[in-house]
């Protein structure tokens, strides 16, 4: 029997062993210990989980379900092999203890002495944790009996009479009620007056004596038994105060099983989202090569290509449309021919560009414009009337305009310098030596008084090896070596404060673009000079970075409009910033250009055969008083309205206008 029991441990061990390995990555003795403790005893799996929470933490409940899998399984195949036991599938299984003589012959061979002494280790422990849970539950005992009595005195005080039992219910306590006549006694117990000085009701004296319940009418002994619950809200045996457990309500009604199905899909999908963040912020943690920018993407199983089926008719309706659209598309083109051969065509897109509005020939209107800002009732007859009432609601004083003309005064134009420029003088080559030679002159005279006066020491002989021997003479004979050596050293010399004084006088890089900048701005407070262009396309990258950064480069502002039709340029400056740009617009940037370089970009003919045409006009230049855009920028718009809008909000619509109708013309002169 012992062999039996040793082969059937040792089988268990195993299994605990090998369930641990596969789940937490080893083999832990103190898990296989408690683990084994627990399935021997019969502890329910929440004790197991409790137990086991301190040492596998996350992986415990996922250890316990798959080492009662394993039981089941493996107690599944016993019951296969020596047939069925009786035990009951839901309970957790127990590996059977058989006694077999090939076993035992087994056993015996394979034990050796450290698993002698493990499993003696073992059973001790089993002693020290069986007499700890003794002493643990005659500790629950004692805590359940204190805690019954301090409910039991909770409610006497509450209830202001003594806890009653259930024998002799004279006056109805608690206990009283959990009984199956708790009820009766209390109808009974009402029957004398609780409380001084209040009648007890008609209703309850008469419960007394017919034993019916005054508010449900059924007996007393069919009534369920009172609900106690304690100061956290858990129910409680009314005689013990031990915590009762109550069976959970399960939904029969169909759509209440599906939604608590779905409720359960919804937080196991909340819980295994947390997770992932949680996994992914470990290794952001942990390690030093983690990019969050790359998402962690689960593995996804592809789906299967299944058949898709159209209804029926659908291809055919495709088609019926395919032909509508073609024959729109072949009237529309007749219509266009016509309307060329008549030359509708164009003035429909002039009337399209900006509406006008046409008077008849000796139009005259009732009142002029400038004065339709005075008048009320837009009639010259209003200021006629005496105390005649303005637009502003007060009384208007119109004797002042009389048949006299009135001459302002003359205000200077905006485009007039404030101050006046002076006159350049420009000298001759012939005079600006002159001025040069008697300029170093005085400064020479200056330094040569200087010197004599002792303030500036008097300078070294200017000594080269040219005219060494005509400076110094017999000293230069004596110790030619010398001498040499000294006037290449004053040779290096001189020439080193040569470079020093150029190098005080280079201007630093910040210098230099602070100069050229100022070498490009121009005053611009007498008026600002705009000038539009057409482009025919800006398709070409390159010509649109040239028009974008010449025009940054010369310190100017506007617009480059790109449209499927047309692009317009509108740049605003000073007239030299105007004279360079129109160079790089007009002559620089060759606009026309082989469309085989860029036939492998687009097949688009109407495209490309405007790339082989494209060119620059100069659509219009003058001066307005101040910038309307703050830098320039492209813009690309779909439509013909939008430009329009967007440049309305600068009130210079008029812009564009005048570039669209010039282009509209000419596609009509050419088609």
Known sequence: MTAGVSTASTELRHLVERVCERTVGSVDSIVVAQAITCI???????????????????????FVKKLYSKMGRAESKRSSDYGSNGVSETAPKKIKLEDTSDE???????????????????????????????????TDAAAKSARAAELRSRINSALGQGFATPATPSTPGISGLATPGGFMSMAKGLATPIFPGIQTPAFLQSAQVDGINPFTGKPFEQMPGPLVLDDEGQTVNAQTGERLSLAPRMPTLKANVRAKKRDEFKRLLTASLTKKEVKKEEIQSTSTHFDNRVELKPAVRPTRRSFKFHEEGKFQALSRRLKMKAQLEKLHAEISDAAKRTGIQAAVKLALVQPKIEHKEGHLPTVEWWDGVLLPNNTYEDCRKPGAVGKSGKPEKYNTITHLIEHPTQVPSPDDPRHPTPVKLYLTKKETKKLRRLRRREEEKERTEKIRLGLLPPPEPKVKISNLMRVLGNDAIQDPTKIEAHVRAQMAKRQRAHELANAARKLTPEQKRQKKIAKLKEDLSTGVHVAVYRVDTLFNPSHKYKVVENAK???????????????????????????????????????????????????????????????????????????????????????????????????????????????????????
């Not at 021997?40 to 996922?62: G, I, Y």
């Not at 605003?572 to 606009?591: A, L, T």
């Not at 405007?610 to 230049?621: D, G, H, I, P, S």
């Open 40 to 62: 021997k005893l019969d502890s329910p799996k929440e004790e197991m989980v409790k137990k086991l929470k301190p040492h596998l933490k996350e992986e415990t409940e996922k």
């Open 553 to 671: 480069q010369y310190l100017m502002t506007g617009i480059a409009i790109i449209t499927q039709d047309i692009c317009v340029v509108i740049v605003e400056g000073g007239p030299k910033q105007q004279k360079k740009f129109r160079n790089v617009m007009m002559r620089r940037i060759q606009w026309k250009e082989d469309i085989k370089k860029r036939a492998s970009l687009t097949t688009d003919e109407k495209l490309l055969e405007k790339l082989r045409n494209n060119k620059c006009e100069l659509v219009w230049e003058g001066s307005v008083k101040n910038r309307t855009f703050p830098q320039l920028k492209p813009k690309i718009f779909q439509t013909v309205p939008s430009v329009r809008e967007h440049l309305k909000r600068y009130n210079v619509e008029h812009y564009w206008d005048l570039a669209h109708a010039q282009s509209v013309l000419q596609s009509s002169d050419a088609n």
């Open 104 to 138: 035992q012959s087994r056993d015996t061979k394979n034990l050796s002495p450290a698993d002698i002494q493990r499993m003696m280790n073992d059973a001790k422990r089993l002693l020290e944790e069986k007499k700890q849970k003794i002493a643990a539950s005659d």
